[in-house]
């Protein structure tokens, strides 16, 4: 089947705009993850879904983060007045079960860069 | 809070042989799993193995193994027989075992593995 899709793909945007990032995670998975991965780095957790559920923001760096999972599926990760240290790569991840040993599965990310 | 280190920024290895990346964690729990994913330059990011640490046994998957050492915290990936597709970052993660609020998972900095032909 499908693997975990991100979009867009590449996002430039000026600093003060506002950007929505898109995960589609794979069909029938109840988890739900957002990392940010800046440059030369690792990716570090941001927030958490189980189903429509959000279970940990405790990574969103400030209150300009906000996601969201309305409907248990797709899921928005948006940023507003965005600032330079916002440019990363956005990823996601989901897996098949929460409260288990599931593997998490990676969608491409979405590369963020804020001028 | 667990922490994960990776000290080999970079690594290279002649095709066909064997390369060991290390990797060491902290925490002061006593069940978690570990990984190591890899992330080729297309940017998606692979699982390549995992480790229980309940289990005593490493785990190996094809060329890929593991030396899983709990007293040490170390886990170290050996990759025999390198190919020029093993050519990418090599994260470690960390993942508690105590599920409820903490599936996330802590990666290291990354070791960017290069093959030469």
């Known amino acids: 089947g499908a693997g975990v899709s991100q979009s867009p793909r590449y996002k ?56 969201e999972r309305p409907e248990g599926s797709v899921s928005t990760l948006k940023i507003q007045r965005t600032q330079q240290e916002d440019s990363a790569v956005y990823l996601c991840a989901s897996s098949r ?13 979405t590369r963020l860069l804020v001028l | 809070a667990q922490t994960v280190t990776q000290s080999q920024p970079e690594m290279s290895v002649q095709e066909a042989e064997t390369v060991t990346l290390s990797c060491t964690y902290d925490t002061s729990e006593s069940d978690y799993y570990l ?67 903490n599936e996330k998972l802590t990666f290291g900095t990354g070791t960017r593995l290069t093959i030469i032909p």
């Open chain 1, 97 to 109: 079960l929460s409260f288990s040993q599931e593997t998490q599965y990676f969608g491409p990310g």
């Open chain 2, 35 to 101: 990984f190591w994913y890899k992330q080729p330059p297309s940017r998606q990011m692979i699982l390549v193995i995992r480790q229980e640490a309940y289990k005593q046994q490493n785990a190996t998957e094809n060329r890929f193994s593991v030396n899983f050492q709990k007293a040490a915290k170390s886990f170290s990936l050996k990759i025999s027989d390198s190919q020029l597709g093993d050519a990418a970052m090599y994260f470690c993660a960390y993942r508690s075992a105590n599920y409820f609020g």
């Open chain 1, 12 to 67: 430039v945007a000026k600093r003060g705009q506002d950007v929505a990032l898109r995960c589609d995670p794979i069909s029938g998975h109840v988890s739900l993850f957002w990392y940010q991965q800046a440059l030369g780095q690792g990716p570090e957790f941001l927030t958490y879904f189980q189903n429509e559920a959000q279970l940990d923001k405790s990574g969103l760096p400030s209150d300009r983060f906000f996601a």
